[in-house]
C-alpha cells in the first residue's frame, strides 16, 4: 500500500537538503531549531516533528544540551520504519531466500577467493554437531544464523552486515519453518555441516553449490513468515479498549508466532482509519463505527472499504460516573454541569451527546469536556469534573484507582429514554451494569469488534482467530470470548482468514 505523505514527512526532507546544502557531516551539529524553523519557514513545533522521523530514521540525533547532531543511518533504524511495509505486505519464505542468496553467495566467492582464516566456521561447525547429537533444535537455528553473519562479517559495509543479520533472524524465527525444520533435521542439518566443513577445507565450488541448494530449499508451507506486527489500535490509558487490547496482544505472543504490542490512539473511530490506511495491523471498534465506516456514512466522508473484522470481542456498558456527594443524582439535573463526553475521536462521545439529547439537553445546557478517561478520572477527583461519560467493558481501570481516594455513584438511563434512545440506534442495545457489591443500573451498550485491514494474509488471521478461541479460557477479560458471541455486532465483511476458522469450526456454513 501506499500511504500519503504527510507535512511532517516534507519537513523531514526539508531538513535533509538543508544539511547537503551546508555540507554537514556526521558529528556536526545543525542550527538552532530556531533559527532551522526560520529558515526552513515552519513552526518550530513543526520542525521538531520532521526531526523526531529523522532521528527515528538514524539520520540525525537530539543530544539535549548539545543540540542536534547529524548521525549514519543504519538498516536497525530503518526496521523500526520497516515494519509497516513487513505489516501489509509480509515477506513470503523464498522472498526471504531469494534476499539471503542476493548477499551470500557473492560474499562467500569472495571470501573463499582470499583464503581468509576460517576460525569461526570452525566453532560453528562445532556447535552445531553438539547441538544436532542434544537435538537443541533451538542452538541449531542460532548456528544457522551465526553461519551467514560470519560469511559477510569481514564485509566493508556494516549496513549489509545488519541487512543480513535481520534476514537469517527471519528466516529461523518463523514458527512453521523452524516445525519443518525440527521435522526434517536428519535431512537438512547435515547438509549446513556439509556447508561447514567444504568452507574449512577451502572449497570453493562445493561451497558454492551446497550454500544454492540450501538458498533455493522450498518449504512444503511457503507461507507468510516473521510477520512485524506490532501496531494494535487500542484507546486511552485506563480505558477499556486499552485493557482489552493488552489481554490480546499478551495471548497472540502466548500462543502464536504473532509479535504484537498495543499503540494509545483516540479510539474506535481513529482505530478504524488507521485500520483502513494499513498504518495498524488490528485495531478495536464499536460495531456501528464500522458499520458507519465501510458506508461513508456518518462521521467519515468517504467509504473505507479496506476493514474487514475478524470477531465481536466485548460488550460496553456506557458508564455514567459522578462523585457521591454531588447535589444531583439523576439524568434530569445536569443543567450547568462539567461534563466529560470521552475522548475527541471516539465512540463515547457519540453515545453520550444521544444520551443527552434524548433527554432534552442542547448546546450550551451543560459544559462538554473531550477528555480521555485517564484525563475525565483526574478531573473527577479534584472537582473539575462533575460527571464523567464512558464506555468501557466492566469497571474503567482509571476509576477503580479513583474510588480508593473517594466514593462515586453510578447514574441509570431511565427506561423509557432508553428505549427511545435504542429505537433511533439499532446497532445499541439495552445493557445493564453491576457495581457496589451488588447495585446494578440500566444504561445502553455497544458491541466492540476486532477489526483488520483487507489485505491481511489470511493464514495470520486465520492464526489470530484461532489463538483467540482455542485459548479463550485464558483471556482475562469481565466478559468470556466464546464462538456462540464471535459475531455479535458484526455487519461488516468478515475477512477470509477469520471466516474460514469459523467455517471449520461450524459457526458459519461453507
Known amino acids: 500500500m501506499i500511504e500519503k505523505r504527510s507535512f511532517e514527512d516534507e519537513i523531514a526532507e526539508a531538513i535533509l537538503t538543508k544539511i547537503k546544502e551546508m555540507g554537514l557531516k556526521e558529528g556536526d551539529k545543525l542550527p538552532s531549531h530556531e533559527q532551522l524553523a526560520r529558515e526552513l519557514q515552519v513552526s518550530v513545533p513543526s520542525l521538531r516533528k520532521g526531526l523526531q522521523i529523522l532521528v527515528v530514521l538514524g539520520a540525525v540525533r537530539i543530544n539535549h544540551g548539545s543540540g542536534t547532531i547529524v548521525s549514519s543511518p543504519s538498516v536497525k533504524n530503518y526496521l523500526r520504519i520497516f515494519d509497516a511495509t513487513v505489516r501489509t505486505r509480509p515477506f513470503k519464505y523464498n522472498h526471504v531466500l531469494e534476499n539471503l542468496r542476493l548477499v551470500l553467495l557473492p560474499m562467500l566467492k569472495d571470501l573463499l577467493g582470499r583464503k581468509k582464516s576460517i576460525y569461526s566456521f570452525e566453532l560453528i561447525e562445532e556447535g552445531m554437531k553438539n547441538a544436532l547429537v542434544s537435538k537443541d533444535f533451538n542452538s541449531l537455528n542460532s548456528m544457522i544464523e551465526k553461519l551467514f553473519i560470519s560469511i559477510v562479517s569481514d564485509s566493508a559495509n556494516p549496513l549489509l552486515i545488519e541487512f543480513t543479520e535481520f534476514m537469517s533472524k527471519l528466516l529461523v524465527t518463523d514458527h512453521k519453518v523452524v516445525r519443518y525444520f525440527n521435522g526434517h533435521a536428519d535431512q537438512i542439518y547435515p547438509e549446513y555441516l556439509r556447508l561447514l566443513q567444504a568452507i574449512r577445507r577451502g572449497e570453493r565450488e562445493e561451497s558454492l553449490r551446497v550454500l544454492e541448494s540450501l538458498l533455493s530449499f522450498n518449504l512444503e508451507e511457503r507461507d507468510n513468515i516473521g510477520l512485524i506486527c506490532d501496531t494494535f489500535g487500542t484507546g486511552s490509558i485506563g480505558g477499556s479498549f486499552y485493557s482489552v487490547g493488552r489481554e490480546i496482544c499478551r495471548i497472540l505472543r502466548k500462543y502464536s508466532n504473532i509479535s504484537i504490542d498495543t499503540t494509545l490512539t483516540g479510539g474506535g473511530i481513529e482505530n478504524v482509519e488507521?485500520?483502513?490506511?494499513?498504518?495498524?495491523?488490528?485495531?478495536?471498534?464499536?460495531?456501528?463505527?464500522?458499520?458507519?465506516?465501510?458506508?461513508?456514512?456518518?462521521?467519515?466522508?468517504?467509504?473505507?472499504?479496506?476493514?474487514?473484522?475478524?470477531?465481536?470481542?466485548?460488550?460496553?456498558?456506557?458508564?455514567?460516573?459522578?462523585?457521591?456527594?454531588?447535589?444531583?443524582?439523576?439524568?434530569?439535573?445536569?443543567k450547568g454541569k462539567r461534563i466529560a463526553m470521552g475522548a475527541t475521536g471516539g465512540e463515547t462521545s457519540i453515545v453520550a451527546d444521544a444520551v443527552l439529547k434524548i433527554y432534552g439537553y442542547r448546546e450550551g445546557d451543560y459544559r462538554p469536556y473531550f477528555l480521555s478517561i485517564s484525563n475525565a478520572a483526574y478531573g473527577l477527583l479534584n472537582r473539575e469534573i462533575d460527571l464523567v461519560f464512558f464506555l468501557s467493558a466492566g469497571k474503567p481501570s482509571a476509576i477503580e484507582e479513583i474510588e480508593e481516594k473517594v466514593e462515586i455513584k453510578v447514574l441509570s438511563i431511565d427506561e423509557e429514554k432508553l428505549k427511545a434512545l435504542l429505537t433511533d440506534h439499532p446497532y445499541w442495545f439495552k445493557s445493564g451494569i453491576e457495581y457496589d457489591s451488588g447495585k446494578s443500573v440500566n444504561t445502553v451498550g455497544v458491541a466492540a469488534i476486532l477489526i483488520t485491514h483487507a489485505d491481511a494474509p489470511e493464514s495470520v488471521v486465520y492464526e489470530i482467530t484461532s489463538s483467540i478461541f482455542e485459548h479463550s479460557e485464558d483471556i482475562l477479560l469481565d466478559r468470556k470470548v466464546t464462538l456462540d458471541n464471535a459475531l455479535q455486532g458484526v455487519s461488516i465483511p468478515l475477512h477470509p482468514g477469520a471466516m474460514r476458522y469459523y467455517q471449520e469450526r461450524g459457526v458459519l456454513k461453507e
Do not use: P
Open 274 to 334: 488507521l485500520t483502513s490506511e494499513g498504518k495498524i495491523m488490528l485495531g478495536l471498534t464499536q460495531s456501528d463505527i464500522a458499520d458507519a465506516a465501510i458506508k461513508g456514512e456518518g462521521l467519515f466522508s468517504g467509504e473505507n472499504k479496506n476493514i474487514r473484522a475478524i470477531c465481536g470481542i466485548q460488550e460496553l456498558g456506557l458508564w455514567i460516573i459522578a462523585r457521591k456527594n454531588t447535589d444531583f443524582d439523576s439524568m434530569e439535573e445536569l
